[in-house]
């Protein structure tokens, strides 16, 4: 029984996509899933973790935490995303992982899935490929530092980012699918939530985007596009 549910959920994994029929079979023999309420932490900065994390429901926040004991947040992942590929390198996790929903997640032995990408170069292909898209994210947001780019810009971009990943059509606009607050957007800019609460009063007065009840809403897209131009 627990096979059929693990090899029923798998299909959302992004790493296994091309691999061969034997390495999703025994990523399915040797995984297992664990359930996670909203904000709790998966792992956390320099613990030492000894499976791979895969992501089948839900969303998580990817963060560091600053030297002021401020949140940072680099990445959201969502269904089909791999967590921790740094941890190929080193056994200590290198970030905080926290759910940002309820999620359900996927987990493997690091020593078992390196053999299975041994003989697999599918598996190992989509392992580099997975960093290396997280590599280019990163170098998008050292471009986007607050010393280069207008705070208004940074986060009119994080709004537009945030609707085109997590974004679902509602009557009200496009609407984000998980809670979002003044905080949470202040923690994926790198600065102070009163500098971002300002100029998110401003885009809600030209009734560009809307924050009621954690619930983020892009009212007017093509206004939200200008602004990053």
């Known amino acids: 029984m627990k096979e059929n549910i693990v090899q029923k ?7 296994l996509k091309n691999a061969m029929e034997e390495s999703k079979n025994n990523f399915t023999k040797n995984s297992i899933i664990r359930l996670y309420k909203k904000g709790e932490i998966l ?3 320099k613990e030492k973790v000894h499976v791979f994390y895969f992501l089948l429901s839900g969303y998580v926040s990817l963060y560091k935490i600053s030297n002021n004991h401020e949140k940072k947040v680099i990445f959201i992942c969502k269904a089909g995303d791999m967590l921790n590929e ?6 200590y996790a290198s970030i905080y992982a926290e759910s940002l929903s309820e999620c ?5 032995e690091k020593k078992k899935l390196r053999s299975l990408m041994a003989k697999d170069y599918q598996l190992a292909e989509a392992m580099m490929e997975s960093m290396a898209t997280k590599i280019r994210r990163l170098y998008r947001q050292l471009k ?3 010393n280069s780019v207008r705070l208004d810009h940074q986060l ?6 945030l609707g085109r990943d997590f974004g679902v059509e509602t009557e009200q606009g496009i609407e984000i699918q998980f809670d979002v ?7 994926m800019l790198g600065t102070k939530r009163e500098t971002v ?4 009063r401003k885009l809600s007065e030209l009734q560009i985007v809307s924050l009621n009840r954690r619930k983020l809403r892009i009212m007017d897209l093509e206004r939200l596009e200008e602004l990053i131009q």
């Open 43 to 45: 792992f956390r900065d």
């Open 197 to 200: 609460s300002r100029q998110f």
């Open 9 to 15: 959920q798998i299909e959302q994994v992004t790493l």
């Open 86 to 91: 740094v941890m190929i390198q080193k056994e």
């Open 144 to 146: 986007n530092t607050p």
């Open 181 to 187: 607050t003044i905080s949470f957007l202040a923690e």
């Open 156 to 161: 009119a971009s994080k709004i537009w980012k």
């Open 104 to 108: 359900t997640v996927l987990a493997i």
